[in-house]
């Protein structure tokens, strides 16, 4: 059974402060998805990482993916207020039957403090 | 630029009462997802559909029953709620990811609580 385990789950940190969060999964996938969710709201795309050592940059957010450690990492640079939300990595892997489906981690929390 | 939008966006069950909630996506998606988000869990996966006229269990299915008659639609029936069913439910969509650099978007959830 995939499971995919974020780390840590809750993070508080200082605004202009550096932090880098994981993901892991257990099975073979060579596609992932971070996505940010505020408060009450939906799910919002962040990255898709479609290959090994795929790297993705957005304003102050770098996502990684070592697809051989089974690993992705999502950095956050000189962090601000407004990154404060929780997010999520989604694995997309292969079915016996073929078919695709989307397995996310239990997501990380972020609060960014002045 | 509706996307995908879920009907009904609030809804407050009695034990045992049954309820329909409603998916739709205009972007001509193959696939369609229903996630259940209850507090520290994540998103987990219930029914997701490839195609029309086809629907698949996920990790958590009890409970629930799935329909997609039409490729744009995806339907989540609760056929006895309970009160462990009180969740955030999200539907989701997307083309086949394989071989695109596309993603899933989501509705923007129903909060379902039953009492």
């Known amino acids: 059974e995939l499971k995919v385990e974020q780390n840590p789950l809750f993070l508080s940190m200082q605004e202009g402060k550096n932090y880098t969060i994981y993901c892991n999964y257990s099975?073979?996938?060579?596609?992932l998805y971070w996505y940010r969710q505020d408060p009450g709201k939906s799910l919002e795309s962040l990255f898709v990482l479609l290959s090994n050592g795929a790297v993705k940059q957005e304003g102050r957010l770098m996502a990684s993916l070592d697809t051989k450690a089974r690993l992705s990492t999502l950095h956050i640079t000189a962090a601000v207020h407004d990154l404060s939300a929780t997010y999520f990595c989604?694995?997309?892997?292969?079915?016996?039957?073929?078919?695709?489906?989307?397995?996310f981690g239990k997501g990380m929390k972020l609060t960014v403090n002045p | 630029n509706a996307g995908v939008t879920q009907t009904p966006k609030f809804r407050v069950l009695k034990t045992g009462q049954s309820m329909t909630l409603l998916c739709a996506q205009d972007m001509n998606h193959e696939y369609m997802y229903w996630y259940r988000q209850d507090p520290g869990m994540g998103l987990r996966l219930i029914h997701y559909?490839?195609?029309?006229?086809?629907?698949a269990k996920g990790e958590v299915p009890d409970g629930y029953n799935v329909s997609r008659l039409k490729k744009q639609n995806f339907l989540l029936g609760l056929e006895s709620a309970a009160p462990s069913q009180t969740s955030v439910y999200f539907c989701?969509?997307?083309?086949?990811?394989?071989?695109?650099?596309?993603?899933?978007?989501f509705g923007q959830g129903t909060r379902l609580t039953v009492v």
């Open positions: 989701a969509s997307s083309p086949l990811m394989r071989g695109t650099n596309t993603e899933a978007f």
């Open positions: 989604a694995v997309d892997i292969i079915t016996q039957g073929g078919s695709e489906k989307l397995v």
């Open positions: 099975t073979t996938s060579d596609r």
């Open positions: 559909s490839v195609g029309e006229g086809t629907t």
